[in-house]
């Protein structure tokens, strides 16, 4: 195998395309989430120099920003969350590097919003294009979780990483935090003397070269702030091919190399369908329990929860969904956090396409019904106005509206463009969009007027089917969405009815060769609650309680709690303690908080489980444990 070229080549009419598109969509985005105002002055690159203080759980150092003033009046307004600010000086570029001496510049900072934090504002003198801003990350940052050693596998050295998605990267550096702006930047990380030995510094860049506790950095392809990613631990790597590898803790890095051995070949298969991998490398790191999201798709560094190391692949699907973000997410982005689902949606699809093309289409199938499943019950629970996938996020936090809905709904709306026009045709088109939009962040208006442009105004017959405004901006879904049929799952259906209905015994279900999604479909189509001796049943005869997949144990200790099976509770709390993504964790805390004795029970897990979770995941069980 040939390695790729990472940047694909682009005709001039199409740059010349996509910087028309450039500009109308600087002109145009207004991002509520953000203090900056990048059409007046704009982020292009930003020089990191931090140390990493593990005893006071700070970073500590300064972030350089290189300028571009289309206003030569207006401040420079950047995000911050509770950064402790030392100084800010000004200077100028001269031959491609920041001058040597540098005027200190007057600086205020506003008013803390409880949801944006607050606007760090800059006086520009005149002809000034690089801000130098001293600084230091505060120990509760809601983008850093900082971890003691027995939190860690390893449980001999602590542990650091980030997670910016949504507005996180102001906690840990003063930036303009919106992805409607793109900026290149490179990093020297700094690690403590006494832990300069154990220690490895990892970004979402290219390693540029380390020695004595000192680790360099460069990302030369724009990127939004919520991109940037650090992790500092013991952590060893194993290749998995020619252009990726995985990073993980000693006790975990051969579990987990098994697990995403096909890495390379899920890179070849969405190349062969969309186009080459433009980011040259891609690494997984596989964080301590405590991360909470399945994955982040950093370029070149994918972080992901250890929870989907189910030891037979089955839960390989998040790999998957993270290599598809290096097209639609990292290349082509969502410009405003309203816009979410044009990241996620279209991910969600191609995840689907990749697994059929290298594990078959009966594995999409299994994928896609459990899917449609998850996006029925939130569309039941939801409000209407979060079934949108043109979400409205005046006066809320980004992080509170995340659901299932943009990735799933999404993911059909795309699925039903695929059965109208035909998979050469649509995938020609998603081709085209990615080429076309490449290193851009764009909004749901312009996709869509791309989408109407360049596809539905080619056949308008078949555009007819395609109710665009529908599926985008109403809530619920349109009819007929498309319903996939898994025969496998169908057999197993059966195999729960029969049960159910007294047909068979547990012990003469055959799971010997059952994947996770099999599992899945079994327990969720069973009634709930069951009574507590057919839990018994099944629990004796499938050992559920013990099973040391994560994906099946949660949806088992759900149907536990609902049932009042309270030998599996001990292992609720331990799952509870231990594990911290917040996909598992915050279901099972609404469950408990249904009735009395659960709500006892939840408050006192709680308050000895809430020091382990990362920020993020604390803020979401905050709201349901009160």
Same mark, same amino acid.
């Given at each position: 195998?040939?390695?790729? @070229? ?46 990493? *203080? ?11 920003? *290189?300028?571009?003033r289309t206003d030569p009046k207006a401040p420079l307004i950047l995000d911050t969350r509770d950064l402790h600010i030392d100084e800010v000086r000004c200077g100028k570029y001269q031959d491609g590097a920041p001058a040597s001496s540098y005027a200190e510049c007057k600086f205020t900072i506003g008013n803390r919003d409880p949801i944006l934090g607050s606007p760090l504002t800059v006086n520009l003198p005149a002809g000034t294009d690089y801000v130098l801003i001293q600084y230091a990350s505060q120990p509760e940052a809601s983008g850093l979780q900082w971890l003691e050693p027995h939190q860690t596998a390893g449980r001999r050295h602590p542990f650091l990483?980030?997670? *910016? ?30 832990? &300069? ?24 392809? !724009? ?16 290749? @998995? ?8 803790e000693p006790p975990i890095i051969d579990s987990a190399t098994r697990e995403f051995a096909d890495t390379e070949k899920l890179m070849e298969a969405v190349e062969d369908l969309y186009g080459p991998y433009r980011w040259g490398r891609y690494d997984l790191l596989i964080l301590p329990p405590s991360f909470p999201f399945g994955g982040m798709e950093n370029p070149r560094l994918t972080f992901a929860t250890p929870t989907v190391i189910a030891g037979d692949k089955s839960l390989v699907s998040l790999v998957a969904h993270e290599l598809a973000h290096s097209w639609s997410g990292n290349l082509v982005t969502n410009a405003t956090w309203s816009d979410f ?16 093309? /290298? ?112 599926? /985008?901006?109403?809530?619920?879904? !349109? &009819?007929?969405? !498309? ?12 195999? &729960? ?6 047909? @068979? ?21 069973? !009634? *709930? ?21 994560? #994906? ?20 609720? #709390?331990?799952?509870?303690?231990? /594990? ?21 029970? &939840? ?24």
């Amino acid at each position: 195998m040939t390695r790729r @070229t990472a940047i694909a080549t682009i005709t001039g009419s199409t740059l010349a395309l996509a910087a028309c598109h450039k500009k109308r969509n600087m002109e145009e985005v207004h991002d509520i989430d953000s203090f900056a105002h990048p059409t007046q002055v704009r982020v292009k690159h930003c020089s990191l120099d931090l140390t990493v *203080n593990f005893h006071d759980k700070k970073l500590e150092g300064s972030a350089g920003l *290189n300028l571009v003033r289309t206003d030569p009046k207006a401040p420079l307004i950047l995000d911050t969350r509770d950064l402790h600010i030392d100084e800010v000086r000004c200077g100028k570029y001269q031959d491609g590097a920041p001058a040597s001496s540098y005027a200190e510049c007057k600086f205020t900072i506003g008013n803390r919003d409880p949801i944006l934090g607050s606007p760090l504002t800059v006086n520009l003198p005149a002809g000034t294009d690089y801000v130098l801003i001293q600084y230091a990350s505060q120990p509760e940052a809601s983008g850093l979780q900082w971890l003691e050693p027995h939190q860690t596998a390893g449980r001999r050295h602590p542990f650091l990483y980030s997670q *910016n998605e949504s507005i996180h990267a102001r906690s840990w550096i003063p930036i303009q935090d919106t992805p409607s702006v793109r900026l290149t930047y490179d990093a020297t990380i700094r690690i403590q003397a006494n832990y &300069a030995q154990a220690l490895i510094a990892l970004m979402g860049a290219e390693h540029q070269g380390s020695g004595n506790g000192v680790f360099r950095f460069s990302m030369d392809l !724009p990127i939004p702030s919520y991109l940037i990613a650090l992790a500092v631990g013991e952590l060893h790597f194993r290749d @998995t091919g020619q252009r990726s590898g995985v990073y993980a803790e000693p006790p975990i890095i051969d579990s987990a190399t098994r697990e995403f051995a096909d890495t390379e070949k899920l890179m070849e298969a969405v190349e062969d369908l969309y186009g080459p991998y433009r980011w040259g490398r891609y690494d997984l790191l596989i964080l301590p329990p405590s991360f909470p999201f399945g994955g982040m798709e950093n370029p070149r560094l994918t972080f992901a929860t250890p929870t989907v190391i189910a030891g037979d692949k089955s839960l390989v699907s998040l790999v998957a969904h993270e290599l598809a973000h290096s097209w639609s997410g990292n290349l082509v982005t969502n410009a405003t956090w309203s816009d979410f689902w044009l990241n996620e949606g279209f991910t969600t699809y191609i995840e689907n396409r990749i697994q059929e093309r /290298v594990y078959g289409q009966e594995v999409a199938l299994m994928e896609q019904v459990l899917d449609r499943r998850v996006l029925d019950k939130e569309l039941r629970e939801f409000d209407k106005r979060d079934q949108i996938l043109h979400i409205d996020l005046a006066g809320r936090d980004p992080d509170d509206t995340m659901s299932e809905i943009p990735y799933f709904k999404g993911a059909l709306f795309l699925r039903q463009m695929e059965e109208v026009f035909g998979r050469p045709t649509f995938d020609e088109y998603l081709k085209k969009y990615f080429n076309h939009f490449a290193f851009q962040s764009i909004t749901t208006a312009t996709a869509l007027d791309y989408l109407r442009t360049e596809l539905l105004g080619d056949y308008p017959r078949k555009a007819k089917q395609i109710p665009v405004n529908e599926w /985008v901006y109403q809530p619920g879904l !349109p &009819a007929p969405a !498309p319903q996939a049929v898994s025969e496998r799952l169908n057999a197993i259906r059966d195999k &729960a009815n029969q049960w159910a209905a007294h047909e @068979t015994s547990a012990r003469d279900i055959d799971t010997a060769n059952w994947v996770t999604q099999e599992w899945l479909e079994f327990l969720q189509v069973l !009634p *709930n609650p069951l009574p507590p001796a057919r839990m018994t049943e099944l629990d004796q005869a499938l050992h559920l309680t013990r099973t040391g997949n994560d #994906e099946i144990l949660d949806q088992w200790l759900l149907m536990s709690i609902d049932s009042g099976y309270t030998h599996a509770f001990p292992r609720l #709390e331990g799952f509870l303690l231990h /594990v911290g993504r917040i996909k598992y964790i915050r279901p099972l805390y609404v469950a408990l908080m249904k009735t009395p004795k659960g709500q006892a029970r &939840a408050k006192e897990i709680y308050r000895k489980a809430r020091p382990g979770y990362h920020p993020i995941a604390q803020a979401a069980i905050d709201k349901i444990v009160k």
